[in-house]
Nanobody, 122 residues
Framework: QVQLVESGGGLVQAGGSLRLSCARE????????MAWFRQAPGKERELVAA????????KYSDSVRGRFTISRDNTKKIMYLQMNVLKPEDTAVYYC???????????????WGQGTQVIVSS
């Protein structure tokens, strides 16, 4: 099975920025919708942002809308999450996920990355 590989996490001060990347080296990269989830200590995993296969349709959680931007480069086979104006409550492990379909639906992802840690200090 083709792996999803996240990168770009780290430690940043509140108000700062980070860009996460998720690579999936497969010729079918552009076929599927994808998303970023996060899980903070003691909390359930939550959807942060999702993007359809073409990149034309995106959605965000209320907590990140206006600060985070999801995008994808189907030529490079990479999905991104640009995170600006980071807050301590954004601290979590961020996971890349792949859906079964090309469009955004309410179905659960079918494949997950290993996660990358983001820590925002106050």
């Amino acid at each position: 099975q083709v792996q999803l590989v996240e990168s770009g996490g780290g430690l940043v001060q509140a108000g700062g920025s980070l860009r996460l990347s998720c690579a999936r080296e497969t010729r079918t990269f552009s076929t599927y919708a994808m998303a970023w989830f996060r899980q903070a200590p003691g909390k359930e995993r939550e959807l942060v942002a999702a993007i359809d296969s073409s990149g034309d349709d995106v959605k965000y959680s209320d907590s990140v809308r206006g600060r985070f931007t999801i995008s994808r480069d189907n030529t490079k086979k990479i999905m991104y999450l640009q995170m600006n104006v980071l807050k301590p409550e954004d601290t979590a492990v961020y996971y890349c996920a792949k859906y079964r379909f090309s469009v955004l639906t309410s179905t659960a992802p079918v494949d997950w990355g290993q996660g990358t840690q983001v820590i925002v200090s106050s």
